[in-house]
Every structure is written in structure tokens, then in C-alpha cells.
């Protein structure tokens, strides 16, 4: 039996954690809910996690709010959220409004891939 879901909020992951963390997510390409809120990601966590992100083929939901993530975070996400063909939400509340206006811009780029997702409380 696969791990379907998998919560690591408020842990204190941080870049080191994410980048630690980002291999074995690689790994589970069956989990389908995966909770990082709380973490202090950072953009360095971001960029580490976004491989990672792609490989994970059926994730349907994803939260990364409150993770201080920045318009940096934002350009390492954008392309991997836009190649998850099953997600359909997307928690990003808590991040710094330079991380959201630059994921929104990059995004546009990905219109239609924006259309089929939930977005929850981006700002």
C-alpha cells in the first residue's frame, strides 16, 4: 500500500529540511495531499522542493502557506505546479505579497493550466 497523504506542518523544515525532504517526495509519486504549512521554506526551500513537486504525478492538493516564501520561491513553482496534472488545490495564504504577484504573473503564462485549480487564499 502507497502513502496517499502525507502532513508535515509546523515543523521547522526550512531550506535544509526541504532539501533533505525533496528526494524522498520524489519517491511517492501515488501521495495525493501534501501539507508543508509552517515549515520556513524560504525560496531556497522552494527551489529545492520543485523537482520534487513534478515528479509527484497525482498530488491533487498542496499547501505551502506560511512558509515566507518570495518572488524567488515563486519562479522555481510556477513551472513545476503548471506540469501537476491532478492538482486542484493550492494553499498559499501567509507568503509575502511579492511571492503572489509574481506567482500570479508566472502563472498567466500557464492560463489554462491555472483554470482546472482550486486556488485558496493566495494572499
Given at each position: 500500500?502507497?502513502?496517499r497523504l502525507l502532513n508535515l506542518r509546523h515543523n521547522e523544515l526550512r531550506a535544509a529540511g526541504a532539501s533533505a525532504l525533496a528526494p524522498a517526495l520524489a519517491a511517492m509519486p501515488r501521495l495525493t495531499s501534501?501539507?508543508?504549512?509552517?515549515?520556513f521554506l524560504e525560496a531556497a526551500g522552494a527551489v529545492a522542493l520543485a523537482p520534487a513537486l513534478v515528479a509527484m504525478s497525482q498530488l491533487t492538493s498542496l499547501s505551502l502557506a506560511t512558509n515566507q516564501l518570495t518572488a524567488?520561491?515563486?519562479v522555481a513553482?510556477?513551472?513545476a505546479l503548471a506540469a501537476m496534472p491532478q492538482l486542484t488545490?493550492?494553499?498559499l495564504v501567509g507568503n509575502s505579497?511579492?511571492?503572489?504577484?509574481?506567482?500570479k504573473r508566472w502563472l498567466r503564462w500557464y492560463e489554462q493550466e491555472l483554470n482546472r485549480w482550486?486556488?485558496?487564499q493566495l494572499l
Open positions: 500500500m502507497a502513502l501534501l501539507d508543508l504549512r509552517y515549515n524567488a520561491a515563486a513553482l510556477a513551472p488545490s493550492l494553499y505579497v511579492k511571492f503572489t504577484e509574481a506567482l482550486n486556488v485558496i
